[in-house]
T-cell receptor, first 109, second 118 residues
Framework: GQNIDQPTEMTATEGAIVQINCTYQTSGFNGLFWYQQHAGEAPTFLSYNVLDGLEEKGRFSSFLSRSKGYSYLLLKELQMKDSASYLCAVNTNAGKSTFGDGTTLTVKP | KAGVTQTPRYLIKTRGQQVTLSCSPISGHRSVSWYQQTPGQGLQFLFEYFSETQRNKGNFPGRFSGRQFSNSRSEMNVSTLELGDSALYLC?????????????????FGPGTRLTVL
């Protein structure tokens, strides 16, 4: 089976940097995704990692270490609109995606 | 390009009834996945269809079923509804394994169908 763990809640201050961790155990790893989901809305794609290392996309960066089964999402220059749930999802060779329970980030002024 | 559409957006049913939800993927996408999202359980994978065939299935009872049509549109059906089936049902489409990069399978989510079982 597959197991994905991420913190349930995090709080940070506007303008700061926050790192959301995700650890996973899976067979047939074929990529890790991060999604953002605002309350009452559908998840939207943020980033994708399949090789080890850091992928940067504007204020958001995502890191992957396949040997450690570990990823993190880094959000810089936090804005109030970044308050949302952040979902870590692992894709397998069979094309199946398993999602973590999500991390609810609250950005305070 | 139009996004993923789901109908209906909201649905209220009573226990024992059955329901059919519809999903139209992004044009050109051939893979459709269904998820159930509840506050306590997060996003739970139901099943995935590609080219009218079910490729993957989650751990849900047989009351949950689905199908995909030749135009890639998909439906999911839940029979004998239970109170615990109240949830947001999300559909996501992707290009599928025939995408240029076989390992890049980004999913685009529809707005979801909010099902309430009374």
């Amino acid at each position: 089976g597959q197991n994905i763990d991420q913190p349930t809640e995090m709080t940070a201050t506007e303008g700061a940097i926050v790192q959301i961790n995700c650890t996973y155990q899976t067979s047939g790893f074929n990529g890790l995704f991060w999604y953002q989901q605002h309350a009452g809305e559908a998840p939207t794609f943020l980033s994708y990692n399949v090789l080890d290392g850091l992928e940067e996309k504007g204020r958001f960066s995502s890191f992957l270490s396949r040997s450690k089964g570990y990823s993190y999402l880094l959000l810089k220059e936090l804005q109030m609109k970044d308050s949302a749930s952040y979902l870590c999802a692992v894709n397998t060779n069979a094309g199946k995606s398993t999602f973590g329970d999500g991390t609810t980030l609250t950005v305070k002024p | 390009k139009a996004g993923v559409t789901q109908t209906p957006r909201y649905l209220i049913k009573t226990r024992g009834q059955q329901v059919t939800l519809s999903c139209s993927p992004i044009s050109g996408h051939r893979s459709v996945s269904w998820y159930q999202q509840t506050p306590g359980q997060g996003l739970q994978f139901l099943f995935e269809y590609f080219s009218e065939t079910q490729r993957n299935k989650g751990n849900f009872p047989g009351r949950f079923s689905g199908r995909q049509f030749s135009n890639s549109r998909s439906e999911m059906n839940v029979s004998t509804l239970e109170l615990g089936d109240s949830a947001l049902y999300l559909c996501a489409s992707s290009q599928g394994p025939t995408a240029p990069s076989s390992s890049y399978n980004e999913q685009f989510f529809g707005p979801g169908t909010r099902l309430t079982v009374l």
